[in-house]
């Protein structure tokens, strides 16, 4: 019986509380919202892009969003990155226009094959290299330079506990722990003058809240998965939180917490980190030239 | 019991017998899956892995897993 009101759960969330439909909506939506009031993640005068990917936590975090910024009339819009996987993001993109449309919210779409010249299907046929690895990059440099572009102030992700835990681990486990600096709900330790801060709402909520409240809420979403991510480092590392998670309850929110306690200390370690401007791009680099125009060989 | 289980990241249909009077948490590891990665539909409704089940109930096996 659900913990409060003592109807059918729909889920046991953290902390192993079973929860109706009305109770996890309402459990739901107030984390979303106090972890925005927590954290300072938006303000009034900000203008949001909103990374959308048309699966269900980028719509479930559109639709909070709709839900908060537009009665206090920030402006905010989504921006959708198309890499080019054929059966899976031209099926996901469909999911993000028909939302965006019924809502009326501006979607801009950006693609791998205009911005570079090849889908991602097409760059992995040629190059040996990790599809995750190289998509990753690919994404958040054209997320940011489009979102900049479009006048955004912050950039808002549909990152959400799972997400985290598993990036935390993935730092520890290859020794990067400049990289795990930069996590957090906001924006870690670096900062250009081209970098729009980043703020991940859904940070507290486990990928089955989500996927279960995008499920009850009838958001229009396709459950598949991406075809490069299975088998991929971060889907072992997923699994095997998600097993610890099953066995021991609260794992995956002790990695998260963990992280939060260390992570002032980590920045201030990692802050003195420059940050110069790429020579081919313009774009912010870490070296002479950004990742994109090392790995693209541009 | 005989249950209709589809399990939508294998996209596969199964037909499983269970003894009576168990739970949809039963049915998980008698698949074999872990209850965190899945999302549980029990005759069209969102239901949690506590409930009990019965014979003829049609089971649906979300994977909560997406990735990019």
Not at chain 1, 44 to 60: Q, W
Not at chain 1, 132 to 141: D, E, M, T
Request: aromatic content about 8%; some cysteine.
């Amino acid at each position: 019986m659900c913990k409060t009101c003592k109807e059918n759960p729909v889920i046991i969330i953290q902390g192993n509380k079973p929860l109706c439909k009305g109770c996890f909506m309402k459990y739901f939506e107030k984390k979303v919202f106090w972890t925005i009031r927590q954290y300072n993640l938006i303000d009034k005068k900000d203008i949001i892009a909103v990374g959308v990917s048309g699966g269900k936590d980028s719509l479930t975090l559109l639709y909070l969003l709709n839900k908060v910024l537009t009665p206090q009339k920030t402006k905010f819009f989504g921006l959708l990155i198309d890499e080019g996987i054929k059966g899976y993001r031209n099926i996901t993109i469909e999911d993000a226009k028909k939302f965006c449309k019924e809502n009326g919210i501006e979607l801009k779409i950006i693609s791998y094959k205009k911005e570079f010249g090849n889908t991602l299907d097409e760059m992995l046929k040629q190059k040996k290299i990790n599809a995750c690895a190289l998509c990753g990059v690919l994404r958040r440099y054209l997320i940011n330079k489009y979102a900049r572009k479009y006048g955004a102030t912050k950039i808002a992700t549909g990152h959400n506990l799972d997400d985290e835990a598993q990036s935390i681990l993935m730092n520890q486990l290859k020794g990067n722990m400049a990289f795990s600096a930069k996590l957090g709900p906001k924006t870690g330790v670096l900062t250009h003058d081209q970098f729009i801060p980043r703020i991940k709402p859904l940070y507290f909520l486990t990928e089955k809240e989500t996927t279960t409240f995008s499920k009850l809420k009838n958001l229009p979403v396709t459950f598949i998965e991406c075809p490069n991510h299975k088998d991929s480092f971060r889907d072992e590392v997923g699994k095997m939180l998600s097993n610890l998670e099953a066995k021991y309850p609260g794992t995956k929110q002790s990695v998260v917490n963990s992280l939060l306690q260390v992570l002032p200390s980590l920045a201030k370690q990692f802050k003195g980190q420059k940050i110069g401007t790429c020579k081919k791009c313009k774009e912010p680099a870490a070296k002479d030239l950004c990742k994109v125009c090392e790995l693209l060989k541009r | 019991m005989k249950l209709d289980v589809f399990i939508e990241r294998e996209n596969k249909k199964e037909k499983v017998e269970l003894p009576e009077g168990s739970t949809l948490k039963d049915l998980l590891t008698k698949l074999k899956i872990n209850p965190v990665t899945v999302v549980i539909s029990k005759n069209g409704e969102v239901v949690a892995e506590i409930a009990k089940i019965k014979d003829k109930d049609k089971i649906e096996l979300l994977s909560v897993v997406s990735g990019g």
